[in-house]
Structure formats: structure tokens, C-alpha cells
């Protein structure tokens, strides 16, 4: 079965400035804006282009949406008698948005200036009490995406890197999914190759606007694949180990993406070498690994602040209620995994 999500995207530069027709296309006369508080000042920028349709800014969003933040951010939106949310941000200021249309149904209207791909999908996540809870719902889904590389101009590389590379772990997985169709296995295909091509100019000439607009391209390749099909173990480690471990969550994709691939190797033999084609011919598991390596991004989990005593128990938690695999999920295997991903260990 294939479905297609219905949202209307924006695309290219200066495509910014279509902000005030696509507001007024979706009938909304109160826009709350929402941002990280580091991205304050965009959100400004946004609220002074919608001018008299913007009813506030609301600059909290905060890393894996906190209940408290949403419970929050509502209260905000129900005050100034919000009728649409405008996201401008990352996953993070997307996924609050999500959290306010998920007990609201408020449009939102989502700009975003990473390449995580948040705004293609209608997946949520909202944490409490230390667990992260995720689950689809069409009312999060965004109307509206305009993507506008001249708004990634200011993403540090640092967090351009990951950022890319946890889009194309979206599209590496949708390539084995379980429900896999041929539609998006083109996408997922196309964004690995879009993205591989893209990230190392991103992230060393931070001027070029073409490498930018292809990145997000491939970013938006990659958040319609995640909102489309389910995603496997590499996924269900990276939820793992972002929600037990508070590892930062592009930078725990980019290291657990090339040991994923090769544990699911021969179980998924021709997405391997759709991968490989997608990286230019290298082999898909090292292929990734070297991609990470040239762009600067970390490689190993113990650079990002996982504490080797704490494996046994991730791999218990990351092999108990197991997503989807193409390969069995055996513990010792994914300790094994966790083990190289933490060394740092160029796989195969
Ligand atoms: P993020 O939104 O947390 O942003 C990271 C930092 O970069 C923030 O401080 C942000 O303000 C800053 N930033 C973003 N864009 C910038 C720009 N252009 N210039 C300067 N600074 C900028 O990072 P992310 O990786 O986009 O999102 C991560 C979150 O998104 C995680 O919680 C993850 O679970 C979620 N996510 C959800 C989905 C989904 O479909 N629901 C998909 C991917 C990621």
C-alpha cells in the first residue's frame, strides 16, 4: 500500500519570501512563532514579515519536547488565541509544533534550517518523566514546509554534519523497511545521493548556497521516506541510546549509522547496493563511515559521552521489544555493535 503525506512545500531560495501568501493561503490571521531560544532572532524576523498576522513568539523549544515545554507552549497558544504555529528551526522547534497541533489541531506552517526532516512527517515525540514517547498522528503533520537554503547559512557545521547524516540514516533504513514500496525507495536512494554530495561542501564552504539547497533537498527526501515507512534497528538503538543516555541525537545517528548497516548486510542484500550506488560505489557500511569521517563528524559513542559501563544494559534495553529488522535482532551481535560504535571502529 502506498499513501502519499499531503503537505505543500516551498522550495528554493528566497523562497521566504512567499511566507506572507502561504499564511494567508492557510486562512490563519494569529501566528504563534516558535523557535529555540539560540534562534530568537529568526523568529523576530518571522513575526515582523507576518506583521499584523503574527499574534506572539514563543522562543522555548527545547531539545526532545519536555511535557512541561508543551504543556507550556498550549498555554501560550491558547492565550494569544493562536489559530496556526509557525515552526522556524530543527526538529526540536518542529516537534514542539507537533506537540501543540497534537492536543489543538493548529496548522503548522514549518521552516526548517536543518536537515533532520522533522517537517515531513507526522511522527511526534514528547518526553516525560525521562521517557520519550513517539507516535504518528496526521494532525502533527505540517501544511506547510518552506525550505529556504539561505536560512541554513548560520548552521555551524558541527551541526550541519550530523544533521545530514541523520537524514540519511531516514533514507538508509526505508531502503529495508518492512513496508518498503518502490516509490520510496527512489526517494530514500535520491537523498543519500543528494546529501553524500552535498555535506562536505556544506560543512567546508559554508557560503555555497547550491550545496545547501541540495542538502535540504535530500532532507526533504529523507523526512517524506521517515513519514512514510517504518524504520529498523538502527533507529530503535539511536532512540535507545538518545532517551536512556541523553546522547545528542544527530551526532548518536551519525556513529551507530555505518554499524547498523553492517549488521543488517547480508539480510539486505539489494538495499546494500542501492546505498553503495547512492555513495558513489563504496561499500554501503564503510561507505558511511568515511562520508562521517570527511565531514568532521564525531565517530565513536565514547566522544559523545557514553560511558563503556553502560553497554550491557543499552544492549538489554535496545534488543528488548525490538522494532521491525531484516535481520534478527541477537543481543550478543548488538552488543558486539555497541561495542565497535563506542571505539570507534571503522566497520567490516
Ligand atoms: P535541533 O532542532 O535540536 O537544533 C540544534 C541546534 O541548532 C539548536 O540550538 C537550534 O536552535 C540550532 N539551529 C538550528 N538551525 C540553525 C540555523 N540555521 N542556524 C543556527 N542555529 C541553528 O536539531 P535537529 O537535529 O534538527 O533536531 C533534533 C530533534 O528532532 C530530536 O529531538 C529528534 O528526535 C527530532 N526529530 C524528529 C523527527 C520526526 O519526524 N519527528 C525527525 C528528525 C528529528
Same mark, same amino acid.
Given at each position: 500500500?502506498?499513501?502519499?503525506?499531503?503537505?505543500?512545500?516551498?522550495?528554493?531560495?528566497?523562497?521566504?519570501?512567499?511566507?506572507?501568501?502561504?499564511?494567508?493561503?492557510?486562512?490563519?490571521?494569529?501566528?504563534?512563532?516558535?523557535?529555540?531560544?539560540?534562534?530568537?532572532?529568526?523568529?523576530?524576523?518571522?513575526?515582523?514579515?507576518?506583521?499584523?498576522?503574527?499574534?506572539?513568539?514563543?522562543?522555548?523549544?527545547?531539545?526532545?519536547?519536555?511535557?512541561?515545554?508543551?504543556?507550556?507552549?498550549?498555554?501560550?497558544?491558547?492565550?494569544?488565541?493562536?489559530?496556526?504555529?509557525?515552526?522556524?528551526?530543527?526538529?526540536?522547534?518542529?516537534?514542539?509544533?507537533?506537540?501543540?497541533?497534537?492536543?489543538?489541531?493548529?496548522?503548522?506552517?514549518?521552516?526548517?534550517?536543518?536537515?533532520?526532516?522533522?517537517?515531513?512527517?507526522?511522527?511526534?515525540?514528547?518526553?516525560?518523566?525521562?521517557?520519550?514517547?513517539?507516535?504518528?498522528?496526521?494532525? !502533527? /503533520? *505540517?501544511?506547510? =514546509?518552506? #525550505?529556504?537554503?539561505?536560512?541554513?547559512?548560520?548552521?555551524? $557545521? %558541527? @551541526?550541519?554534519?550530523?544533521?545530514?547524516?541523520?537524514?540519511?540514516?531516514?533514507?538508509?533504513?526505508?531502503?529495508?523497511?518492512?513496508?518498503?514500496?518502490?516509490?520510496?525507495?527512489?526517494?530514500?536512494?535520491?537523498?543519500?545521493?543528494?546529501?553524500?554530495?552535498?555535506?562536505?561542501?556544506?560543512?567546508?564552504?559554508?557560503?555555497?548556497?547550491?550545496?545547501?539547497?541540495?542538502?535540504?533537498?535530500?532532507?526533504?527526501?529523507?523526512?517524506?521516506?521517515?513519514?512514510?515507512?517504518?524504520?529498523?534497528?538502527?533507529?530503535?538503538?539511536?532512540?535507545?541510546?538518545?532517551?536512556?543516555?541523553?546522547?545528542?541525537?544527530?551526532?548518536?545517528?551519525?556513529? !551507530? /549509522? *555505518?554499524?547498523? =548497516?553492517? #549488521?543488517?548486510?547480508?539480510?539486505?542484500?539489494?538495499?546494500? $547496493? %542501492? @546505498?553503495?550506488?547512492?555513495?558513489?560505489?563504496?561499500?554501503?557500511?564503510?561507505?558511511?563511515?568515511?562520508?562521517?569521517?570527511?565531514?568532521?563528524?564525531?565517530?565513536?559513542?565514547?566522544?559523545?559521552?557514553?560511558?563503556?559501563?553502560?553497554?550491557?544494559?543499552?544492549?538489554?534495553?535496545?534488543?528488548?521489544?525490538?522494532?521491525?529488522?531484516?535481520?534478527?535482532?541477537?543481543?550478543?551481535?548488538?552488543?558486539?555493535?555497541?561495542?565497535?560504535?563506542?571505539?570507534?571502529?571503522?566497520?567490516?
Amino acid at each position: 500500500m502506498y499513501s502519499c503525506l499531503p503537505s505543500r512545500v516551498v522550495f528554493g531560495r528566497g523562497a521566504l519570501e512567499k511566507l506572507g501568501a502561504e499564511i494567508e493561503r492557510l486562512g490563519a490571521t494569529r501566528a504563534l512563532v516558535l523557535s529555540t531560544p539560540e534562534q530568537r532572532a529568526a523568529a523576530d524576523d518571522i513575526a515582523v514579515r507576518l506583521g499584523a498576522r503574527a499574534a506572539g513568539v514563543y522562543a522555548k523549544a527545547v531539545m526532545h519536547v519536555p511535557i512541561e515545554t508543551a504543556e507550556a507552549a498550549r498555554a501560550v497558544a491558547r492565550d494569544l488565541d493562536a489559530d496556526c504555529c509557525v515552526a522556524i528551526g530543527g526538529g526540536s522547534t518542529i516537534g514542539l509544533g507537533k506537540a501543540i497541533a497534537l492536543t489543538t489541531e493548529l496548522p503548522i506552517l514549518a521552516i526548517p534550517t536543518t536537515f533532520a526532516g522533522s517537517e515531513m512527517t507526522p511522527i511526534y515525540g514528547i518526553t516525560a518523566q525521562g521517557q520519550k514517547k513517539t507516535g504518528r498522528d496526521a494532525r !502533527v /503533520l *505540517p501544511r506547510t =514546509v518552506i #525550505y529556504d537554503p539561505v536560512l541554513t547559512m548560520t548552521l555551524p $557545521a %558541527r @551541526i550541519a554534519g550530523p544533521s545530514g547524516m541523520n537524514a540519511i540514516a531516514h533514507c538508509v533504513e526505508a531502503l529495508y523497511a518492512e513496508d518498503a514500496n518502490p516509490i520510496t525507495s527512489l526517494m530514500a536512494e535520491e537523498g543519500i545521493r543528494a546529501l553524500t554530495r552535498s555535506l562536505p561542501t556544506v560543512v567546508n564552504d559554508p557560503a555555497d548556497l547550491d550545496a545547501r539547497a541540495q542538502a535540504l533537498y535530500g532532507a526533504w527526501l529523507a523526512g517524506a521516506c521517515l513519514g512514510s515507512v517504518g524504520m529498523a534497528v538502527h533507529h530503535k538503538l539511536c532512540h535507545t541510546l538518545g532517551g536512556s543516555y541523553n546522547l545528542p541525537h544527530a551526532e548518536t545517528h551519525t556513529v !551507530v /549509522l *555505518p554499524h547498523a =548497516v553492517h #549488521y543488517n548486510r547480508d539480510a539486505a542484500k539489494e538495499a546494500m $547496493a %542501492r @546505498i553503495s550506488r547512492a555513495l558513489g560505489g563504496d561499500e554501503a557500511a564503510g561507505g558511511l563511515y568515511d562520508l562521517a569521517r570527511s565531514i568532521g563528524a564525531p565517530l565513536s559513542l565514547r566522544d559523545i559521552g557514553m560511558k563503556a559501563s553502560a553497554l550491557d544494559e543499552a544492549a538489554q534495553l535496545a534488543t528488548h521489544n525490538p522494532y521491525y529488522n531484516p535481520r534478527p535482532i541477537e543481543f550478543e551481535a548488538i552488543r558486539r555493535l555497541l561495542q565497535n560504535a563506542w571505539e570507534g571502529r571503522r566497520p567490516g
